[in-house]
């Protein structure tokens, strides 16, 4: 264990000199490989403040059930047993009924129609139920809401049913499209880092050659001449990732001042939040994995050629 530790500490050291050796390529490098992270990662960071925001806009959308006029007060009260069973076999939730008077009262109260709607003389508003549904998130619950609204629908005595959860569909669904836009953003961005990885190791192993032929001379195993490269190529992936998240986290600045001016016209104090310990930490190890994807492929082919 402790001479396969010893190898790998040389490795890196090895990895290491080389890179400072050309501090102004290796910077340059950095430079593309880290443009090609920071889209991803600032896709990321926003995707990640928009998922809070839109699970608590969503938490209790409204299937409004309005019945007939012909149904009497004695009718409507019958229906809240059959109205519960179909809400429990579809999750549970909330259900109030809204006689037609206290309906007409708030339409009042929140149109200021008060003085038109008295000249009509008689109440032009049904009865109706009002069922809030918990824990509705995301485009999966909206099926849900669907059949339950088709349950309620079929009830003998219900005239009209409306779901107002149409909007979070639709923002489920802007979700899905930015999750996979960015994921096909990354996988495209990961292959340029790859090549340029690549790129940049095959030039290194070409510097290098008169040295790796020696060493061949002298018994080096292939894993002991590889084995620095491999370093190199994710030591180049963790510094670009280091320094594609510093530049993300830098541009939220001016981005957060605009957002909270325009988040002040809502009473709201919305930010832009950078990516918690454990996501960065993750995209770290990923830039690094790239890196020595990149450096692994271009080593096994180089190599081999001057074997």
Request: charged share 15%.
């Amino acid at each position: 264990m402790k001479g396969w530790l010893r190898q790998h500490r040389f490795a890196l050291a090895v990895a290491c000199n080389h890179l400072l050796k050309s501090p102004a390529s290796f910077a340059l490098n950095v430079l593309v490989v880290a443009i090609a992270f920071a889209l991803p990662i600032a896709g990321l960071t926003l995707l990640e403040n928009i998922r809070p925001v839109s699970a608590q806009l969503a938490v209790e959308p409204e299937i409004s059930v309005f019945l007939d006029m012909q149904t009497s007060r004695e009718q409507a009260a019958a229906l809240a047993p059959a109205i519960r069973r179909a809400l429990h076999e579809h999750g549970g939730g909330k259900l109030e009924f809204v006689p037609r008077e206290q309906a007409l009262a708030a339409l009042k109260t929140r149109s200021g129609l008060s003085e038109a709607l008295s000249t009509l003389g008689s109440n032009p508003l049904p009865d109706g139920y009002v069922v809030k549904l918990p824990g509705f998130q995301d485009a999966a619950d909206a099926a849900r809401v669907d059949a339950l609204a088709a349950r309620l629908q079929a009830l003998q005595g219900v005239e009209t049913v409306q779901v107002d959860s149409a909007w979070i569909k639709r923002l489920a669904a802007l979700l899905r499209i930015l999750q996979l836009s960015l994921l096909l953003l990354a996988a495209t961005l990961g292959a340029v880092v790859i090549a340029v990885i690549f790129n940049t190791i095959r030039l290194q192993v070409m510097t290098q050659r008169e040295e790796i032929e020696i060493s061949r001379l002298v018994g080096a195993t292939d894993a002991f001449i590889h084995r620095p490269f491999y370093y190199s190529g994710a030591l180049l992936g963790l510094c670009a990732g280091a320094a594609a998240m510093g530049a993300v986290m830098l541009a939220l600045q001016p981005l957060n001042r605009a957002i909270t001016e325009f988040a002040r016209l809502y009473a709201s104090d919305f930010q832009l939040a950078p990516l918690g310990l454990a996501p960065t930490l993750a995209l770290l190890a990923a830039s690094a994995l790239l890196g020595l994807a990149g450096a692994m492929l271009s080593v096994k082919r180089h190599l081999a050629r001057l074997a």
